[in-house]
């Protein structure tokens, strides 16, 4: 089982408001490419967006946006189509997995081994979202790897934050927190070919340890 949280594209991220950068637009063909990937795989697709109460606190800190109830808290339209049988997942604050139903549903999850994170903003939202989850999983004791797809995050460009050195610094953090980097998609795939060997050998070992050794296969033949 695979999950896939998609963060933070709101129109009022994307296309509309004080905090909209069109930017973002560029990252939604390997965020559909990644939507496609982890259905066709069986996988449960997410989205974590921003839906502030009228009086958030965080709006002593930005702008006014992404308020319940406006067009700036919706998904934006391409991935609006594509949202069927998807969870949607409100936030009042940066960090997405603050949201207890989402906790919930990711400790409901049955055989989950991996997660991948999309979407914006990589050094707040993002990084956010992805390092409290990797913590979370370590105090259910869930073997899942966690990945973050490169071409699918982005963050904003301003005289006193430098795009280039924030998307640094957000992967740094990330990986430091055991949260892998990909390209792509296509290096997912590559990733879950050989993740998926491992964890098919993993599994048949366990089956050994539970029955008759006899019916597992050498070790040599998981290339391991």
């Given amino acids: 089982m695979k999950a896939l949280y998609v963060i933070d594209m709101n129109n009022g991220f994307v296309n509309e408001g004080a905090m909209a950068n069109k930017e973002y637009n560029k990252l939604v ?5 990644t939507i496609e990937h ?6 449960v697709v997410n989205f974590v967006l921003e839906g502030h109460k009228v009086n958030s606190q965080e709006f ?6 992404c308020v319940l109830g406006t067009s ?3 998904l934006i339209p391409e991935l609006d189509r594509v949202k069927d049988g998807s969870n949607i997942y409100y936030k009042n604050c940066i960090n997405g997995m ?3 139903k989402l906790q919930d549903d990711i400790k409901a999850l049955k055989g989950l081994r991996e997660i991948i994170i999309e979407g914006v903003c990589a050094d707040l939202c993002v990084m956010d979202f992805a390092r409290t989850l990797a913590r979370y999983l370590d105090e259910l004791d869930m073997e899942t790897k966690i990945f973050v797809v490169k071409s699918a995050i982005d963050t904003f460009d301003s005289s006193d934050h430098n795009r280039e050195t ?3 610094i ?4 990330m990986e430091q927190a055991g949260i892998e980097y990909v390209e792509d998609v296509n290096e997912l795939k590559q990733k879950n ?8 050998f993993e599994d048949r070992r366990t089956y050994r340890d539970e029955s008759d050794p006899t019916e597992m296969p050498d070790e040599d033949e998981y290339g391991v």
């Fill in 60 to 65: 002593k800190n930005y702008p006014v946006h």
């Fill in 166 to 168: 924030w998307l640094e």
């Fill in 98 to 100: 603050l949201n207890r």
């Fill in 170 to 173: 957000a992967r740094m953090v």
């Fill in 38 to 43: 982890v259905r066709n795989d069986g996988g």
């Fill in 29 to 33: 063909p390997e965020q559909l490419k």
């Fill in 72 to 74: 700036e808290s919706e």
């Fill in 193 to 200: 070919l050989s993740y998926g060997q491992w964890m098919d």
